[in-house]
């Protein structure tokens, strides 16, 4: 972002703070308290100010990482503003991604520029306590670096931000939790995944190396038995914009909807169903009514495409092409917890993903291994 834009946007923020101030609740030292203040129209329209200032300050770290100009976060004061600790986090968070930045151009790509934009879904006050839950839109534009990348990825996250007020009615910003599974570009804390117990006599897959570049694996694309431009095609038209044709497991347990939003797409092109008992994982099929743990299930999917023969190990992520999956176990605990979906390949060899829980388009696997370097990774070729 412009440093103009940036001087821009921070006075507008300071403003629209200023204006809506005086619709903001408070208590005078010598007043009554009021159990269940009002969180009215102005309050919940800086809140939201607030949260898309925190948010665009994250993901323009990633683009410039300039760390001595003002983050936009700082205009916010006074009526409603960061706590000291939720302020010490978001400065360390900020460096993480700076750092994060850095590694990705070590790996060979950066971004051009960022938009993001935050709406708040809904808020909940108990005492002097306001929960606000907002869903954060961004999009990333690739710099050429290779010359081949894909012009944006994009993601959408859902958090929940705690706002607590003292008696003077001033409010803070005292924490934010991503209520996905933490799998976006610009998230800092590690995925909170409470992982299945795994049982060792299923199929085991084979872990895959992250180095690059990889040993040449080529793919068939067309002529073949499936339809790999069609499973891309349903990923990257239902990426945020969920088919209503299924259920949607998103805060539904380990993984969320990332493998049922995987078996959908590798079902448009062509994967058949396979009947049978649910908990079966030999057996392989969804609709609206009934899944099987197999199709909605990291593990489960992993050990009916294996053992199915539907799918073949490959050795290194970067091998990984148009409709092929990949898998992270993200403390090596020996449970998989996260299921993508390759949508694109660049003609230099890099894979980009597509993928639920976090909702996110054409995300690299450079940028999957820079967040996530003490995961392991399962690449299956289909």
Known sequence: MPARRRVTIVAAAVASIAASAALLPTWSAGATVVDDPTVDAGTRATFQRLADAVFTDRTQALVDGVRSAKPLTDGFSGD?????????GEDTALTTLDRRKDLLARLGERYRKADTAVTLDATRVKGRTAEAAVTETTTLTYAKVRGDEPRTTGFQAHHELTFTADRHGDW???????????????????????APTVDDTMPSAPRAATTYPAPAKPKTLTGAALDYKAMAAYAEKYWSNYNKDYPDFNGQGAGGDCTNFVSQSLKAGGWKHVPGYVYDYTKWFGNADIQSHSFIGVNEWSWFAQNS???????????LD????????????GSKDHTMFVSYRSPQGVPYLTYHSTNTYRRSVAS??????????????T
């Open 368 to 381: 999957i291994i820079a967040s996530y370097s003490n995961a392991a990774f399962y690449a299956y070729r």
């Open 309 to 319: 023969k539907r799918t073949t190990p490959l050795a290194n992520v970067y091998q």
């Open 80 to 88: 409603v503003r960061l706590s000291s600790r939720t302020a010490r």
């Open 322 to 333: 148009v409709g092929d999956v990949l898998q992270m176990d993200f403390d090596k605990d």
């Open 172 to 194: 803070q910003l005292t924490g934010i939790r991503d209520t996905d599974q933490g799998t976006a570009v610009n998230t800092v804390a590690g995925p909170s995944v409470k």
